[in-house]
């Protein structure tokens, strides 16, 4: 089964002079690839009628099916009806059961319905209706000669809403034979993005079925990976052989699957086996607790976290060695164990994880160059030091460096549950 084309146009000046970012385009392309549409396109305008009509009449030469983003509000800056309307060579006509919705939302909100939203009930000529639930500006849907053009607002939640609701019904009507799509996210931690492609050749490509692509952000490298087939279990079972082949080859480099983030894993696995923890951060400056204080429940484990900065903190509060901080420096192994068995011993808890590094841009030296962070883990009486070398800025490093320490702290706690 051929995968049907779908092109996204999304309209606003603010998009094209970079104010907001298109991100409807996004969320819009993973719904669609789930759907087993192939998005081939995504365009942005300004607010120009010329321009927009054009393109979308040539986005529905192109396309089976031509999304819209935005430009549907009262203004005269909202310029998708009428470019729809063009492009469709038909006439803008009021629709009567779009008006009565608008005026229901305004009746609802006991406020009086400006004449000017009354424009919004204008569609091209012969298109349907797709119903707002949740906000003013109803959608609309058109034929195109062989594609269908769908009309929604700009505003996410209601893009959202409307799409997941009475858009993605008519696309299950209109677009019947679509190849089934299963997708699996996997979270690698702690190896370069180019050495995660290197070693996948030969186990999945991004041309291959599963199509293979990788996304990287902070230090985790997203192995995405999308069968398709021409049922669910088809597509599934084309992507079990892969996602196997991608864990053995990985190990426990994989921590998670679908957007985890390691502060979940690790909160999930200290939760599962009842361990408390205490965190000594210093160049993260308590993101890791920041992280791990996102995830609910955590309560139950998570003690406390402590921001120990200067030198004096890490002696003071957790008992550092004035003769550790002389000799080795702040940012070093010694430190960094000193700074986990100090915080596991104040807190009483039966882990602790400790990080200190140069996160820049200063401070940086030879011998301890900037993104050279250590982090320890306490964990049943045993510390274990890692030494990390982190690429970016001041804010990259501290994020990649909170990652990398909740990891550490992931394969110890792994460890004690075989
Ligand atoms: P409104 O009735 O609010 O005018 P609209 O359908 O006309 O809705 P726009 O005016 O294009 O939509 O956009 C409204 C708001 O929605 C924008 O100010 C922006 O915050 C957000 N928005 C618009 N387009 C996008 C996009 N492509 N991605 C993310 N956000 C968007
Ligand atoms: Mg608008």
Redesign the pocket.
């Known amino acids: 089964v051929r995968a049907p084309l779908a092109e996204i146009v ?3 000046d ?2 094209t002079l970079g104010r ?6 996004a969320w819009l392309s993973r719904r669609l690839a789930d759907l087993g549409f192939q998005v081939s396109r995504h365009t942005t305008l300004p607010d120009v009628l010329r321009e927009y009509a054009s393109e979308i009449r040539a986005a529905a030469r192109r396309a089976d099916l031509v999304i819209l ?7 005269v800056d ?1 310029l998708t009806r009428e470019a729809a309307a063009r492009a469709l060579g038909v006439p803008l006509v009021r629709d009567r059961r779009a008006l009565a919705q608008i005026r229901r939302f305004f009746a609802r909100r006991a406020r009086t319905m400006p004449p000017t939203n009354e424009r919004q009930a204008d569609l091209p000529r012969g298109a349907a209706l797709l119903p707002n639930p949740v ?3 109803p959608g609309f849907a058109a034929r195109a000669g062989r594609s269908l053009v769908a009309a929604l ?4 939640g209601e893009l959202f809403a409307m799409f997941d609701g009475p858009l993605r019904r008519l696309l299950e009507k209109r677009f019947p034979r679509r190849p089934a799509v299963a997708t699996r996210e996997l979270e690698l931690i702690g190896l370069p993005e180019s050495e995660v492609g290197r070693r996948l050749e030969g186990i999945a490509s991004p041309q291959g079925n599963p199509r293979l692509s990788l996304m990287v952000r902070d230090a985790v490298v997203c192995v995405r990976l999308v069968a398709r087939g021409r049922t669910k279990a088809e597509a599934r079972r084309a992507l079990g052989a892969v996602v196997k082949g991608v864990r053995a080859e990985f190990g426990d480099r994989v921590f998670g699957e679908g957007g985890q983030d390691p502060a979940d894993v690790v909160a999930a696995l200290l939760m599962r086996s009842k361990v408390t923890l205490a965190l000594a951060e210093s160049c993260t400056g308590g993101l890791v607790g920041h992280l791990l204080t996102n995830v609910a429940g955590v309560s139950r484990v998570l003690l406390e976290g402590l921001v120990t900065y200067s030198n004096a903190s890490k002696a003071r509060r957790l008992g550092v060695r004035r003769s550790t901080l002389a000799r080795h420096g702040a940012v070093s192994r010694a430190c960094a164990a000193e700074m986990a068995a100090g915080a596991a011993r104040t807190a009483r808890a039966a882990a602790a994880l400790a990080i200190t590094g140069v996160a820049g841009p200063g401070g940086g030296t030879r011998a301890k160059p900037v993104g050279l962070v250590f982090t320890a883990v306490r964990l049943r009486g045993r510390t274990t030091v890692e030494e990390h070398r982190i690429p970016g800025d001041r804010v990259a490093v501290k994020s990649r460096a909170a990652r990398l320490a909740l990891d550490h702290l992931r394969r110890r706690l792994l460890r004690i549950g075989s």
């Open positions: 999304a309209s606003g603010e998009l907001i970012a298109n991100t409807n385009a983003s935005g430009g549907l509000g009262p203004t909202d906000g003013t500006a607002p700009g505003v996410p």
